[in-house]
């Protein structure tokens, strides 16, 4: 049964501990420059090494002011647009999860523009990083870092199904509480999303697109545009661009 993320917004403290263990987790040591602008939030976003981060916003309604407070980070969509966007096969599904392998991006950026989320951001090796879902953890019956640091149990980590039961269960909750606008974003969208979030209000009161487009493949123009882009053509074989694709058609016709 595919795995997935809950992430209960009502319920985030603002605590910040999951971008501390996710950078520990991975050993980003690396300290991002930073400035003050008067926001709760540091860093300002995502990047290369931010793999999750804590958004802050203060909303008015109905003269009543409320302070939002909510981790984001890749969504691991079903239907990923950044895998589709790849043109070498770097970015990829391993089971509920989307990777990206380091050794086959050639940084082109296809899919940091093709990411409705503003997930991926192109590090100092030039190629494209994002959260990878602790895979390594997930392996030996883990759960993400992110998940098993939460103090207040926003983030929770489980079946999907199991997810999706709790986070309508909690969604009925909030409505019964008066929180006419509450929902769970994420269960169906594009294809279904491995993060999923317990919002109080409208997914665009957190910055989220409400119907969040889909890049469709084609695969000749990004090829192209990455060989290109990476000034790689004479030195990076043919055979390499394509690797990762032909890999995971062989592994689909050996299930069959």
Known sequence: MPKARLIDATKCQGCRGCQVLCKEWNEHYTVEETKNTGSYENPPSLSASTWIKVRFKEVEENGKLEF???????MHCTD???????????????????????DICIGCGYCVEACPYGVPHKGETGTAQKCWFCLNRLQIGEEPACAKTCPSGAIQF????EMIAIGEKRVFDLKAQDSKDANLYGKDTLGGLHTMYVLAHSPSVYDFPEKPRFTEQNIIVPWLGGVAAAGVLAALPFWLLFRRREEMADRSSSRR
Do not use: F, K, N, Y
Not at 68 to 74: F, G, H, K, R
Not at 158 to 161: P, V
């Open 68 to 74: 939002l407070m909510w981790p984001v980070t890749c």
């Open 80 to 102: 990923a647009s950044c895998v589709a966007a790849c043109p070498t096969g770097a970015a990829h599904h391993e089971g509920a999860t989307v990777q990206i392998d380091q």
């Open 158 to 161: 489980g079946e999907r199904d």
